[in-house]
């Protein structure tokens, strides 16, 4: 069955990652997504390992982390700094959807690529630009990186132990949201265009995505008065919430009301605290967090997390292990949820490329996981021949 997107072309001069997330999430929809890349060299990161995933032959077939945001993509090599190239450009913009590029702000215009220049050809085309910082304002011209932004935009300044370093999160959660976001306005301006037959400009910039994604502790801000700090594993506004040691290692405990909470009291024996005025109400246990929670330490302390994680779950308080990756993908769950996919590729050791399904489950037009991520300029003849010209200097393929 075909996805939600078929018949949608995407057009992705985009290259690292929050421009490849978005466009790999429209592919998995079931658009058909060209990714232009550079002869040669291609996407930066196809060298961006190891680990690589290993041909028949033992040779690389571009870094992990390449294959982790371009599957179901066409590729075409392209040199879009000769003008052969731009022509090449210009007619598969013309005969596409949408445009994801996230080039220095002005790059693009000076190459006739940008979004006043393909509308004059489609003006039905849908642009959508990605930068660090958005197409005006005084940091416009600058460059962005996730772990600038996770800096700049507030998210290191509540992240890390209080007495420690500010601390970046462990993904490059900027650029994967900004992904998202794009593709969510991508979607919005398609609906837009069919209903008026016009096209827009999509920008996103990765500063707009790292403040608005700061939700509750940025409203901690603006409604109080008071910048929030870093609180290690805790939260701002929830007591208890947040990691307890135990005989064997460490759990997450994430009670969510009074009701929860009264419950854990009784299954690690002190219902006293529950009944305690101090502790009686979230209100209470946030203002008193520092008397309450090493009270909890000391008593999550006489269990082992296998124990204290069954009596919790049966009676109903959120708590869970905190899991390594490898135990991740060995979880009976995300097992059951189908999260690992084996995409076939002839090239590959074993046959196959793995990857990470999308999290969205559509009843009616089921995700599309149809191909792998492209070799470099695996598809230009293809694409090439279907523009209706001849191989010429502005292309070529891998070798």
Not at 24 to 31: I, K, M, P, S, T
Not at 75 to 85: H, K, R
Not at 188 to 196: E, G, I, K, S
Not at 324 to 343: M, N, S, T
């Amino acid at each position: 069955m075909a996805g939600p997107l078929h018949g949608v072309r995407v057009l992705e001069l985009a290259r690292i990652l929050a421009g490849p997330w978005a466009g790999q999430l429209l592919a998995d929809l079931g658009a058909d997504v060209i990714k232009v890349e550079r002869p040669g060299a291609g996407d930066d990161t196809r060298h961006w390992g190891p680990p690589f995933v290993a041909g028949t032959d033992g040779e690389r077939l571009s870094a992990a982390y390449f294959h982790s945001c371009n599957r179901g993509k066409r590729s075409i090599a392209v040199d879009f700094e000769t003008p052969e190239g731009r022509e090449v450009v210009r007619r598969l913009a013309g005969e596409a959807d949408v445009v994801i590029e996230n080039f220095r702000v002005g790059a693009l215009k000076r190459h006739g690529l940008d979004h006043d220049s393909l509308s004059d050809l489609n003006p039905r085309l849908v642009t959508c630009s990605i930068t660090g910082f958005g197409q005006d304002g005084p940091y416009a011209s600058r460059a962005g990186y996730d772990f600038l932004i996770q800096g700049m935009g507030g998210l290191m300044s509540v992240t890390g132990d209080a007495e420690g370093q500010p601390t970046k999160v462990g993904m490059a959660v900027i650029d994967l949201f900004t992904g998202l976001y794009a593709a969510v306005g991508i979607l919005a301006a398609l609906r837009h265009r069919d209903r008026t037959g016009e096209g827009q400009h999509v920008d996103c910039a990765l500063l707009d995505t790292a403040v608005a994604t700061l939700a509750n502790q940025a409203l901690n801000y603006l409604v109080g008065g008071r910048a929030p700090g870093r609180l290690g594993n805790a939260h701002p506004n929830i007591v208890p919430y947040e990691v307890f040691p135990v005989s064997d290692g460490h759990v997450i405990i994430a009670t969510g009301n009074d009701g929860q909470y009264a419950r854990l009291c009784v299954i690690l024996g002190a219902p006293e605290l529950a009944r305690d005025p101090r502790f009686a109400d979230n209100a209470g246990r946030v203002a008193h967090r520092r008397e309450l929670i090493p009270k909890l330490c000391a008593l999550t302390l006489g269990s082992d997390k296998a124990g204290l994680l069954s009596r919790l779950e049966a009676e109903g308080v959120p708590a869970g292990p905190i899991n390594a990756i490898d135990e991740v993908f060995a979880d009976p769950q995300v097992i059951a949820r189908g999260l690992r996919i084996d995409i076939a590729r002839p090239e590959a050791q074993g046959g196959t490329v793995p990857g990470v399904r999308a999290p969205l489950v559509l009843s009616g037009t089921p995700m599309d996981y149809r191909s792998p991520p492209p070799l470099l300029g695996e598809h230009t003849d293809e694409i090439m021949s279907a523009l209706g010209r001849a191989a010429g200097s502005a292309w070529r393929t891998s070798e």
